[in-house]
């Protein structure tokens, strides 16, 4: 329940002027990367989700070691400089004046809580920060017409960072021989991270230091512009393959023994959580795994299999749906009716709108 800015209508109205504006610019130019698919028309997260598993189909067709780390940031709108954040649209050709503008307002704005109670008193952020000498509060404000553009060109200059030193996926197309590379795939501040190997020879332990150096890398870079990893929503995968004689199967992770570390918001090294190729993972909405299944199985308390992936995750969703709205359904029946009109309280509102 993070609280949502209520800036003033004309205020907000030119923010969202600025995000339009802006995005267009960058479309019509080519200045995004092709990896961010979020705040960005005519992208959608099932797109990214596909070629994800489009990515680790050409590992598998190719017997190619690819480590697949898949994390995600921590309150980005609420984390993002006002500096780099407008260094990075400045970059895509757009002039200072509405970026200052709009930051200049957000630094010296003094932030109340409203509730249908009315508002409160204390306050925090504006006058208040400036005359205890202390910096300005930053971030965009969730809320702001122009946060998704703001960080869709804030984490574009971050992945470019990540390519021009040479991190990320490559492949050789079969037919046209064109080479393709990708650094992350990545929707608004959910990024995977993919390292893949040189080429065939190489083992999935040879992956390992580069995929370590790119998370590091991403790490400091979205440090430097304010946010930071949560490595408790974060986990990886290490792939590669063996012959058995007669087929290609996965190497598991007692075969390649192997760690990714990250830090927390407190600075804290953490290691991340490893998945086997066939265990499924939930990313942008859905249970996917490097194998190309969306289902598996794990052991319960009692030590019976269970079935854990996509199809159980909905199953489960469409249950807790109708439980809800039976319960619904119970609560307004039980409410007294007078004349056509529910009966209920209703707390004076803060705006003086009659309930």
């Not at 993070?2 to 907000?12: D, F």
């Not at 930051?103 to 006058?127: D, E």
């Not at 979205?222 to 007669?246: M, N």
Request: proline letters at 4%; one cysteine or more.
């Amino acid at each position: 329940m993070r609280t949502i800015e209520l800036m003033a209508a004309q205020y907000n109205m030119n923010n969202k002027r600025l995000g339009r504006i802006a995005m267009r610019h960058a479309e019509k130019y080519n200045l995004l990367p092709k990896e961010q698919y979020g705040s960005r028309k005519r992208h959608r997260s099932i797109t990214c989700l596909l070629n994800k598993v489009l990515i680790c189909n050409i590992s598998r067709q190719l017997c190619l070691p690819l480590a697949l780390t898949s994390n995600d940031a921590v309150k980005c709108y609420d984390y993002m400089i006002h500096n780099a954040t407008s260094l990075s649209i400045q970059a895509a050709g757009i002039p200072h004046q509405p970026i200052t503008a709009m930051f200049t307002v957000l630094q010296n704005a003094q932030h109340f809580v409203l509730t249908a109670f009315g508002k409160s008193k204390q306050s925090c952020g504006g006058r208040k920060r400036q005359l205890k000498n202390e910096l300005p509060l930053m971030g965009v404000g969730q809320g702001n017409g122009a946060g998704p553009a703001a960080y869709a060109f804030l984490s574009a200059i971050l992945i470019k960072v990540l390519a021009s030193l040479g991190y990320g996926a490559v492949f050789t197309t079969a037919l046209s021989l064109i080479t393709f590379n990708t650094v992350c795939s990545m929707f608004v501040d959910d990024c995977d991270l993919w390292q893949s190997a040189t080429d065939v020879n190489e083992k999935g332990e040879d992956v390992v230091g580069k995929m370590q150096e790119a998370v590091a890398t991403w790490e400091g870079c979205l440090a430097a512009s304010g946010g930071a990893l949560s490595p408790q929503k974060s986990f990886w995968y290490l792939i590669d393959y063996r012959w058995t004689g007669d087929q290609w199967v996965y190497r598991t992770k007692e075969e390649m023994t192997a760690t990714v570390q990250m830090h927390d918001e407190q600075g804290t090294l953490q290691t991340l959580q490893r998945h086997e190729p066939a265990h499924p993972e939930k990313s942008l909405g859905m249970l996917t795994a490097p194998d190309g299944s969306m289902e598996s199985f794990k052991l319960d308390k009692a030590g019976e299999q269970i079935r854990v992936g996509q199809i159980p995750y909905l199953q489960e969703k469409v249950k807790e749906f109708t439980t809800k709205i039976k319960s619904a359904q119970n609560t307004l029946c039980t409410r007294p009716l007078q004349g056509a009109l529910w009966t209920h309280s209703v707390s004076p509102h803060p705006l003086g709108i009659q309930g």
